[in-house]
């Protein structure tokens, strides 16, 4: 039983109801009143030179109120590079450049407008392939770098390179070596909502956009500049969110999509509306980063490691997202997955014709351990040791400092290891084969927030009403995770209410206080911090004003179920005060006085160094997870029999939905290692619908049995860490070791799919039929 009475309790989302009963807004159900609808045309070709562009019969088109051009429009320069724009002229890149952009008075006569306007293009080679774009003579994707300056390669000038400890020293040590290669592909992220915006300008030229972002602020910034470059400098942007349909990172960068829609909405006068379709949404929105993943790792005769060397090759795409700053979160596994003293890290982004990526879930750890725990039981295999027993003896402990200085507070990865471990009676359930095996796979990410720009802060405002209820103001973007629903369940554990007393009160950036946004499995972390520290200053405020009537010092009171009580004579009803009516007291007294705080909440992490070194994060979240697998020899088809998910989560907030986490993020873990995968052919997707791009469904039963283990960390919150992105992390290693088990074949390319399985079947029993003969 919890010793908390708000914490630590299974209750349901608070907007749960208006989910589920159709009352909540999304971006899709909003529309203003003389709304226009914009649509964009995008390239015939993935590389091409654009000779001319006749947008005349759109225009003359009835309904249509503007058509725009990268020829009639300001320069506006976007992404993480600035390496994009818009609108494009001069040359597209790959088949989701936006050539024209139209809006009119409905959708169908914006699409109608679209095939009007004739596009001349001059076809150029294009390059696909990201070792072959690093070649000389390799056709190049952008002639000048973001600063106008020549290019002489598709290679992007980023410093991905961490070198900690002695390789030399560690690779001598080494008595069991193993090297290979992991390939890893673009899926989508499937968000139930399809992207989409309204863009309105005021009178005084100031913006609102009606937004699905997870980083209004930073958002804000980005408008903001882009209202500069068209030449409304100091003109203001406003973000209003709408209820969000799943994020999983989809929407942690601002979108071509939304410029357009700012740019036709300033040329109309008009507040201007673009949605996706869902095969839009597979087609022209960044996927995950694919990468190609060479791994080395080496331990001693007892079977502690030495050593471990990561090269990738990360196809960038035409363009710059965040998918090329993947890196610097995948060498948290890399560094600090179990305890190797040697690290050699490098990476490289290269520019391709083909799609580009941005962030996903795990943010690049899923990729990375993918590799790297698949390369652990090969090289456990080598040294004649089981898999769980090499993962012991090398785990993680509370308290060590790892080689990129992260430094680990808490950490239950050994009981996360046993825990599963047990579920799966490993050691009698192990090496069967015969179509049956199991394996496991471990994680480390960020628990504690993560510096990876130079605030991570969080802003909270609280307001007390006369009836004891209280308006949480926050920065915080709810994305389906249930922030809102800890963050009053800490703010009322703190001020000794119940947690229908809160309300949360998020998603105006006119309204809310600074956030960095909704990233890196933050927000449980950093805004209920932030709640803990402004409830404390409330309740300061209470217990002040309520001692002056139970002559006691407030040092002396405290607030439990909405009663002011003296805790040393807490049965007492003469001395206890209703916490409603001591609010109206305060209101309606002479000089009275509103009960109001605000805090800012930065936590002590540090920003990475010129190395690449520092403690990103507070916290580190751990887990592990281990599956057991039927595989069938003569379809490949992979069945999962049991699947333990155990995770560090320091302390659950909300087990239930926490749980929730936990389920989720393993049938999407179970995706990216089986089935998901967008096809792309000459940069374009292929696959642009839910019959051909096999996400699972309620239909792919998957026994996910959550362990929650708590290490309570004092930096968190009530001692929490978190937890949104890591249940989605070690999938597909546990599958892909639990699957060689079972059948003696290493996939080592996702998704694992029952053709790949089969050809190494038929290809491990050609090779024992010749070794026999």
């Not at 952009?101 to 679209?114: F, G, K, N, Q, Y």
């Not at 652990?376 to 027993?389: F, K, S, T, V, Y």
């Amino acid at each position: 039983m919890t010793e908390f009475a708000n914490v630590g309790r299974r209750i349901p989302k608070v907007d749960a109801r208006e989910k589920v009963t159709g009352r909540a807004s999304y971006i899709n159900d909003l529309k203003l009143p003389g709304m226009l609808y914009g649509k964009i045309l995008y390239s015939k070709y993935p590389h091409a030179r654009i000779k001319h562009i006749d947008i005349s019969k759109a225009e003359s088109l009835p309904g249509v109120r503007a058509v725009l051009t990268g020829y009639n429009i300001p320069e506006i320069r976007v992404g993480f590079m600035k390496d994009n724009t818009p609108l494009k002229k001069g040359k597209v890149r790959n088949w989701k450049d936006e050539v024209a952009a139209v809006a009119a008075i409905d959708p169908d006569i914006a699409e109608a407008a679209l095939d009007l306007i004739e596009v001349e293009y001059e076809e150029l080679p294009g390059v696909f392939d990201p070792v072959e774009a690093m070649q000389d003579g390799a056709p190049l994707i952008h002639e000048l770098d973001p600063k106008g300056r020549p290019a002489t390669s598709n290679i992007l000038k980023l410093p991905w390179n961490l070198q900690c400890g002695d390789m030399e020293t560690g690779k001598t040590a080494a008595v069991y070596t193993v090297s290979d290669q992991y390939r890893v592909t673009w899926v989508a992220h499937c968000c139930m909502g399809l992207s989409g915006c309204i863009a309105q300008f005021d009178l005084n030229n100031n913006l609102t956009m009606y937004s699905i972002t997870q980083i209004p602020f930073l958002a804000q910034n980005d408008f903001n500049s882009a209202l500069a470059a068209m030449g409304l400098k100091g003109k203001n942007t406003r973000i209003i969110n709408t209820v969000i349909g799943g994020g999983f990172g989809s929407k942690l960068d601002t979108h071509i999509y939304e410029y357009i829609a700012i740019l036709l909405s300033f040329k109309t006068r008009k507040p201007v509306k673009i949605m996706f379709t869902r095969a839009e949404e597979f087609q022209y929105q960044p996927p995950r980063q694919p990468a190609i993943i060479d791994v080395t790792q080496g331990c001693d005769k007892n079977g502690k490691l030495t050593f471990r060397e990561v090269a990738m090759l990360l196809d960038n795409g035409a363009y710059t997202s965040w998918g090329a700053t993947t890196p610097s979160v995948m060498m948290v596994p890399i560094s600090s997955l179990y305890r190797v003293p040697n690290i050699s890290y490098t990476a490289k982004s290269v520019y391709t014709n083909n799609i580009y990526s941005q962030a996903m879930r795990g943010y690049g750890n899923p990729q990375a351990t993918f590799a790297l725990e698949c390369n652990l039981d090969q090289l456990a295999e080598q040294a004649g040791i089981d898999p769980l027993d090499f993962r012991m003896r090398n785990v993680n402990q509370p308290g060590e400092i790892t080689p990129q200085n992260f430094k680990i507070t808490t950490c239950g990865l050994k009981e996360c290891l046993e825990k599963v471990a047990d579920g799966l009676d490993w050691t009698h359930s192990r090496g069967r084969g015969q179509g049956r095996g199991v394996g496991i796979a471990s994680l480390i990410h960020v628990g504690g927030g993560a510096r990876v720009y130079k605030s991570d802060g969080h802003g909270m405002i609280m307001k007390l009403d006369d009836f004891g209820k209280i308006s949480v103001i926050t920065g915080a973007v709810e994305i389906g995770q249930g922030s809102e629903t800890v963050l009053a369940q800490v703010t009322a554990e703190v001020l000794g209410l119940r947690t229908e007393d809160v309300n949360v009160i998020k998603g105006d950036t006119d309204i809310c206080p600074w956030d960095v946004g909704t990233h890196a499995s933050r927000q449980a972390f950093v805004s209920c911090n932030a709640a803990i520290n402004t409830a404390a200053k409330i309740k300061q405020q209470i217990l002040e004003l309520a001692s002056r009537h139970l002559g006691a010092a407030p040092n002396e009171l405290d607030i439990k179920n909405r009663m002011i009580f003296v805790t040393s004579d807490p049965d007492n009803p003469e001395r206890q005060m209703e916490l409603d009516k001591l609010l109206r007291k305060v209101h309606y007294s002479r000089q009275g006085r509103m009960i109001m705080a605000e805090y800012f909440y930065d936590p002590p992490n540090e920003m990475l160094d010129r190395e690449f070194k520092g403690n990103l994060s507070c916290c580190y979240a751990y887990g592990a997870t281990g599956v057991e697998v039927e595989v069938d020899q003569e379809t490949g088809q992979v069945k999962i029999l049991q699947y333990y998910a155990a995770h560090d989560v320091g302390r659950a907030l909300n087990p239930m939905l926490l749980e929730g986490q936990i389920y989720g993020a393993a049938v999407m873990g179970t995706g990216y290692a089986l089935s998901e995968q967008l096809i792309v052919k000459n940069g374009r997707v292929m696959n642009d619908n839910f019959l051909d791009y096999k996400m699972l469904t309620a239909m792919d039963y998957i026994p996910v049995k959550p362990i929650i283990v708590e290490p309570v960390d004092s930096v968190g919150p009530f001692g929490a860490k978190g937890v949104g992105e890591p249940g989605c992390v070690p999938s597909a290693p546990a599958i892909a070791n639990a699957i060689y088990d079972a059948v003696g074949v290493r996939i080592k390319d996702l998704p694992i799919t029952n053709e790949k399985i089969l050809t190494a079947l038929k290809a491990k029993a050609d090779k024992d039929e010749k070794s026999l003969s």
